[in-house]
């Protein structure tokens, strides 16, 4: 359904004469195109965007037209304080179409039957509506047979004659049954039930209470703003006379079909682009063909070819669209970012941070409301906590958001905190190795989403981490999700965290270890040496399995990480499983080891002091 901005087509009337004569097609417009487009398209004097080779069909903000006074220049990006200024209006592009006017009931069907001949652009409804459309059949049935018999000759002395009439005595000669409008609305409003309202419609508005008034939006009091409504991203005004037209289609389906003119509420068909400024004669045979049935089959209903204008506002177009016509050409444009809950977060390159602030703004607008802020990363994660240095580019300031991960919430500040929401699925696929019976120590827990996740199923989670704000999040996140009596928070560093763990009752109970930091997780394997060697041989022991993560750029990566593992435990035979988690960077993977802690390294002697 498109919506249409009232202000287009001021008049709801009932004819379509009042919509019919307007305003000539395209006034004066100041017309501009993209500095930099000339290379890609070129501007008719019309001020159309054109290039049939590159942009021959659908909607390109490369054609129509765009009315917008102020030219909309690639952005050079020099003014790095520009606050992500962007004129939404030089996105507005006009497209000259043609549609036809069908009686509304039928418009369903005939959209199905024309398909391949309308216009078919994506989130735009072929079926469009344009104001005073939508006519009570009540008052079609009251003003129906007037229309018919003054066949718009209400000047002719015969259509004075049949008016003074009916304003005399109710009805003219040939009304039958019909009542004056006067009698008309007399009669109706005897036959009000208990609410009052049974038929007469419009009485029934009057007397309901008035709906609070919608608050304006701010941009709407902006002085000379376009007033575009939300979901307001195009708009269709009719803007061709009929005269022309139905010359046109009086020949195609004889002199009966200008006197029978429907004067029900009616739809317009738009057709495809092609079919644009031509006659009747020259649309399609198989458009002709389903005119012509209709024509035959009805005796009352009327098609109008007509001329419309499709307006495209800057809501309509797609995030990549606004960005390459807005950075310069041959820029690679910025399509992807990670979401983490409200919050947009790109990996710009140093190309486009002199258009940082305008990338932000365009990633904001069009994932609104979802995204609330559009954040850039500064720097590479290289700090002990794993945080990033993030920058606000748009929306609201606050790095505090709620992440739902596998029906989980987490309450992350980015921050302070690290997350990455890419890891979702290998955390799943962690998750599905736990059971019921285990229990997980994870050591490098962040804020927690495996070990949260982990306390869903299983026994208990012993979770830890060195960061106390990480520390804070993984109590607040226990509380949030009810898990809070499953996990036991510790605020240590790794090592020292594996030999309490050991060093306490805890140890015999350790099912799983997961070690989580990628960057040097492996190297603090060698916590494990020892673990037991002060505890007597014939106790009870477990001996848990344990998931590392690592990274490496190695050729053979898995025999690279294999051999850190063997390195920190010295140990010369692990029998590991090795997988490939994903590829961070070009040529980087993240891997994950699971192997049980081999006896050798728990009861070793030599073991290192924390
Ligand atoms: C890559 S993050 C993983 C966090 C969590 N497992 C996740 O998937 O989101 C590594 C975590 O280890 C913590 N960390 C870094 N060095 C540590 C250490 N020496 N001891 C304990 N935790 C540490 C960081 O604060 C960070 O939260």
Known sequence: ?????????????????????????????????????????????????????????????????????FPANKNTGQDEDDDGILDEESFTRVFDISALRVPSKDCFSLESTLRGHLLNWPRIRNIARVPGDEVDPELVELLGHQNMSCNGDDDSEEGRRVSLERRIYGKAEGDGEILSPVLYRDKLAK????????????????????????????????????????????????????????????????????????????????????????????????IKAVLKAYAEKSTNLTFELVRCKLTLFYDYWQMNEILEALLPDGMIVPSSFEVVGHIAHLN???????????????????????????????????????????????????????????????????????????????????????????????????????????????????????????????????????????????????????????????????????????????????????????????????????HVYGFSKAQDPEFEFHERIRIALLEVAVNIKMRRVRLVAPGKWMLCASFILPETVAFADTAIDA
């Open 1 to 69: 359904m498109l919506f249409l901005k009232p202000h287009y087509l001021p008049v709801a009337s009932l004819s379509p004469k009042s919509i019919f004569f307007q305003k000539p097609f395209f006034p004066t417009f100041s017309l501009s195109c993209f500095s930099t487009v000339a290379t890609r398209s070129c501007c008719s004097d019309q001020g159309q965007f054109l290039d049939p080779i590159i942009f021959s069909y659908g909607p390109s903000l490369h054609k129509g037209t765009n009315p917008s006074q």
């Open 191 to 286: 036959t009000f039930n208990s609410r009052g309202f049974v038929k007469f419609r419009n009485l029934a508005k009057i007397s309901r209470p008035k709906k609070k008034k919608k608050k304006k939006r701010e941009d709407e009091n902006v002085e000379g703003s376009k007033r575009i409504q939300k979901n307001d991203f195009a708009a269709v005004d009719v803007i061709e006379d009929e005269e022309e037209q139905s010359e046109g289609l009086k020949n195609l389906l004889g002199e009966e079909f200008t006197k029978k003119r429907w004067r029900g509420s009616t739809r317009l068909l738009l057709l495809d682009e092609r079919y644009a400024g031509k006659g009747v004669e020259e649309l399609p045979e198989a």
């Open 348 to 546: 710009l390159r140093d190309e486009h941070l002199p258009y940082k602030k305008l990338i932000g703004k365009v990633v904001l607008d069009k994932n609104k409301p979802k995204i609330q802020t559009v954040v850039n990363k500064i720097d590479s994660i290289d700090n002990e906590y794993r945080t990033m240095q993030l920058e606000v580019l748009a929306g609201n300031h606050s790095l505090v958001t709620t992440v739902v991960e596998n029906g989980i919430r987490f309450q992350v500040d980015l921050s302070t905190v690290y997350w990455n929401s890419r890891l979702a699925t290998e955390r799943q696929r962690l998750m599905s190795g736990f059971r019921r019976h285990d229990v997980v120590c994870d050591v490098f827990s962040g804020v927690g989403p495996i070990a949260i996740s982990a306390a869903k199923i299983v026994k208990r989670v012993f979770a830890n981490d060195l960061n106390p704000y990480a520390v804070e999040y993984l109590e607040r996140n226990s509380v949030l999700n009810k898990l809070e009596r499953k996990i036991e928070v510790f605020n240590m560093d790794g090592r020292r965290f594996i030999k309490a763990v050991y060093a306490s009752d805890k140890a015999h109970s350790v099912t799983q270890v997961v070690m989580n930091l990628p960057n040097n997780a492996a190297e603090y394997l060698d916590a494990f040496r020892g673990i037991y060697k002060d505890r007597p041989k014939d106790g009870e022991f477990t001996f848990p399995t344990i």
